[in-house]
């Protein structure tokens, strides 16, 4: 799917994305000695604010909200709240975040959520029990209405649903042919799921989940049977590389991305793609990659000003 073909393409396209993304040879020895040439899609570079996946995810959904209220959840830090809250500015749509976790009476909003507001999305707070229990119908109407938007078109947490699959197909389409294995670091499967579909057979597709708890297999059949009826695409998830789970970091991971980042000069957000790169690194010394393949690493996005890293 091109981005002409994207159902949110009419709303989007003053924006002007950098659709494609650009895709760079990135020289470095320790992929070069095993015969492997490694190459960085940069979705990143998509658009400042719909910073890549983010763009694919939202821009079908925005497109199937047709101009009504748009709510989505997320937790604190949450960079798909971020780009939902900066779409909703840029294209003037009414939006509300559902944040997990109760508002501190007094306490000043994080610098995530302070950005939220000021891009003028309405939060939200909803206690853990019930935010856990948020797709359960009768929860999820009671939060609507408590937040006042019973008539809200609703993107789940992540922005990984049907339409953001089939949004993410592009990616895929994008890069069909031009790699042997195309790595992405995986949250709740959406991007993983639509990229493994639009990258056709002959691409192996290679998932590290950030989070820890083995549940994205099955997650992302599931997507994929939602959006195309059923499996597709040649993909796998290796669950090494999450370092303790979302969010979590040690010292090594952050001297890693520091490195990355000075060898390529490209920015690399620690959440996800720190942690994709860092798994290629390591299978590449473990020789995962016969010599003379082409190794693709999607670059997802970069750290939102005053987020985690």
């Known amino acids: 799917m091109t981005s002409s073909d994207d159902p949110a393409s009419g709303t989007l396209a003053h924006l002007r994305p950098l659709l494609p993304s650009p ?3 990135a020289v470095d020895g320790r992929f070069e000695r095993r015969g492997i040439r490694l190459l960085l899609k940069r979705d990143d570079l998509i658009h400042p604010e719909l910073v890549g996946n983010k763009w ?3 821009a079908p959904n925005l497109g199937e909200a047709a101009g009504r209220t748009v709510l989505t959840f997320g937790g604190a830090y949450s960079n798909h709240l971020r780009a939902t809250a900066a779409a909703g500015r840029l294209l003037g749509l009414r939006t509300v975040g559902v944040v997990r976790g109760q508002e ?3 306490r000043p909003l994080n610098p995530s959520l302070a950005r939220c507001a000021a891009d003028g999305m309405r939060l939200h707070f909803v206690d853990r029990a019930t935010y856990r229990r948020k797709t359960e119908p009768e929860t999820l109407a009671a939060v609507l209405r408590a937040a006042g938007a019973e008539d809200a078109y ?3 947490e992540g922005g990984s649903n049907s339409p953001a699959v089939r949004g993410c197909r592009a990616l895929g389409e994008e890069l069909a042919g031009r790699a042997d294995v195309v790595a992405v670091a995986c949250g709740t499967g959406g991007t993983l ?3 493994a579909a639009g990258a056709g057979t002959g691409v192996r597709v290679l998932g590290v989940p950030v989070l820890k708890g083995g549940f994205l297999t ?9 959006a195309f009826g059923g499996p597709r695409g040649d993909w796998s998830l290796d669950e090494r590389f999450h370092f303790g789970g979302y969010a979590r970091t ?3 991971l952050d001297a890693f991305a520091a490195d990355f980042e000075q060898r390529h000069e490209v920015p690399v957000e620690r959440v996800y793609v720190a942690k994709m790169l860092y798994a290629l690194v390591a299978l590449a010394e473990e020789s995962a990659f016969p010599r003379g393949s082409t190794v693709a690493a999607v670059i997802t996005g970069h750290p939102f000003p005053g987020q985690h890293a």
């Not at 099955?218 to 939602?226: D, F, M, N, W, Y």
């Open 23 to 25: 895709l760079r040879e």
């Open 56 to 58: 694919r995810k939202l």
């Open 104 to 106: 501190l009476a007094g």
């Open 154 to 156: 609703v993107v789940p």
């Open 193 to 195: 799921a639509g990229l």
């Open 218 to 226: 099955e997650q992302v059949r599931a997507l994929q049977t939602g």
């Open 250 to 252: 040690t010292a090594e």
